[in-house]
């Protein structure tokens, strides 16, 4: 029996992705909420995360929106089943997956420290653009005209 929240993501993700029937959300309840993890085909995991993180952040932010109504915190995990190689690299060793199931793959954490740095760095980026234009209308407010 799937819940509500595993429908919502399964509806959205199945929507995006070039192999819906290879689409499966696993739900479990833990002392931080509600955790979904997420699985798609490996040939569809770059259009369930998107450019710089975009579609998983979007997919987070729904979520949220749904926790907000339903009085639940949704966490969203994306399940990497790739070797961690780009989709058509002979693999010459299969990587061991029986370790640790709740540890993310390399990739995906490599993703995530990425979108972290690009979100500081856009910030950063932002106070800038926004001083400069300050200090730039200023000096417009002193043009008589």
């Known amino acids: 029996m799937s819940t509500i929240d595993q429908q919502f993501v399964e509806?959205?993700?199945k929507s995006l992705v070039s192999h819906p029937d290879n689409v499966k959300?696993?739900?479990r309840?833990?002392?931080k909420g509600v955790l979904l993890e997420l699985t798609v085909d490996a040939e569809d995991l770059g259009r369930v995360i998107g450019?710089?993180?975009a579609t998983a952040q979007s997919l987070r932010t729904l979520l949220r929106a749904l926790g907000t109504k339903n009085e639940?915190?949704?966490?969203l995990k994306i399940v990497d089943t790739s070797d961690g190689k780009p989709i058509g690299t002979p693999t010459t060793k299969k990587r061991d997956t029986?370790?640790?199931?709740?540890?993310?793959s390399p990739t995906i954490e490599a993703a995530r420290e990425e979108v972290e740095e690009l979100a500081t760095t856009t910030e950063e980026e932002?106070?800038?653009?926004v001083s400069k234009t300050r200090k730039e209308l200023e000096d417009l407010d002193d043009l008589d005209v």
Do not use: F, H, L, M
């Open 98 to 104: 029986d370790d640790d199931e709740e540890s993310s």
């Open 72 to 75: 639940a915190r949704y966490n």
């Open 25 to 27: 959300i696993e739900r």
């Open 126 to 129: 932002t106070s800038d653009v």
């Open 11 to 13: 509806y959205i993700v």
């Open 51 to 53: 450019k710089r993180g």
């Open 29 to 31: 309840i833990d002392e």
